[in-house]
């Protein structure tokens, strides 16, 4: 009897170990996104309620094309679906964007938790459009239904996220204790070829800014320092931040990674440049001979020197 039990239990365990990785079974993440009841327009609202209508659709298509391995169908239906959970991100993204653009600088301290959100859908998203180019290349059914799974739920956490985000931006200044303790992910447990993927494209999610010496520059130097964190920042979350075509450089500052563009070697120009960003909290620093200084002093040593 003892033996039988055993037998039984290691099937178990061999079953859920085994089983394939399915998103729509392991991680439905929309609900979520209803709870939040988010505030929109009426004509947003509608547009909103579409996007879930299309999603159940799209839902039942993936499924009988995974029954019958119909790979066109397969990836036309999750194409869809994608453009639907990308366009539910663009309204959370241009509704919070709105609503900070109206809150005077400096930002409230109660916004580090929403900001924090944002970082972590950004990367989600940069992630899943990795392993969406992956999914679209590989030729076995079962491997490409598998990556695009797991992309889907990287998309639906970024979402969640985002989300979460815009409605501590539509209560403020009501500051509540919101009841989001679910923290979801899709490492543990992905399909081990989608982890690697992530693995072999590291660069292009993990590239850092190399470090500069603002030592090197002789006499007063004006910077505009973009952002400063107590980590490094990955490229996708500095591109998030700014996007253009300057080099971001990086000092390591008072145990701070602080993130610059420049150095220009008079103020006027680096007031110049910093009027066209449209970075929030975007501020012009000063350093003379690799040395930090106020902006004030580094302007009448200059002036001295003039």
């Known amino acids: 009897m003892p033996k039988i039990i055993a037998i039984y239990f290691w099937l178990l365990f061999a079953t859920f170990i085994f089983k394939p990785y399915n998103a729509f079974a392991q991680l439905d993440i929309w609900p979520y996104l209803k709870q939040l009841e988010l505030n929109f327009p009426e004509d947003i609202g509608n547009r909103i309620e579409d996007i879930y209508k299309q999603k159940d659709k799209l839902s039942k298509i993936i499924s009988d094309a995974s029954e019958e391995n119909e790979m066109e ?5 999750f194409s869809r679906l994608f453009s639907l959970s990308n366009s539910l991100y663009e309204i959370y993204d241009s509704y919070s964007k709105k609503i900070l653009s109206e ?8 916004f580090d938790r929403p900001l924090e959100f944002e970082r972590r859908a950004e990367n989600n998203m940069k992630k899943a459009a990795i392993i969406r180019r992956e999914a679209g290349k590989n030729e076995d059914f079962t491997e490409s239904l598998q990556l695009y799974e797991m992309a889907l739920d990287l998309e639906m956490i970024a979402l969640l996220n985002k989300g979460r985000a815009l409605k501590i931006y539509q209560d403020y ?3 509540y204790e919101y009841p989001w303790d679910e923290d979801f992910t899709v490492m543990d447990g992905s399909p081990v070829r989608a982890l690697r993927v992530i693995e072999i494209d590291r ?3 993990e590239e850092r800014v190399k470090p500069t010496d603002l030592t090197e520059i002789e006499g007063v130097a004006f910077i505009i320092q973009i952002a400063a964190h107590s980590e490094k920042l990955s490229e996708a979350e500095i591109k998030s931040i700014y996007s253009g075509d300057m080099d ?3 000092i390591y500052e008072d145990n701070w990674y602080k993130y610059y563009l420049g150095p220009w070697e008079r103020y006027e120009e680096a007031e110049k440049v910093n009027k066209t960003l449209n970075i929030r909290n975007a501020f012009i620093a000063a350093y003379i001979d690799g040395k930090r200084l106020s ?3 580094a302007r009448r040593r200059q002036a001295r020197q003039d």
């Open 73 to 77: 169908m397969l990836e036309e239906a």
């Open 103 to 110: 809150i005077p600088e400096p930002l409230p301290v109660e």
């Open 173 to 175: 200044p009501v500051i």
């Open 203 to 205: 660069d292009l999610l």
């Open 248 to 250: 971001v450089n990086m």
């Open 295 to 297: 902006v004030s002093e």
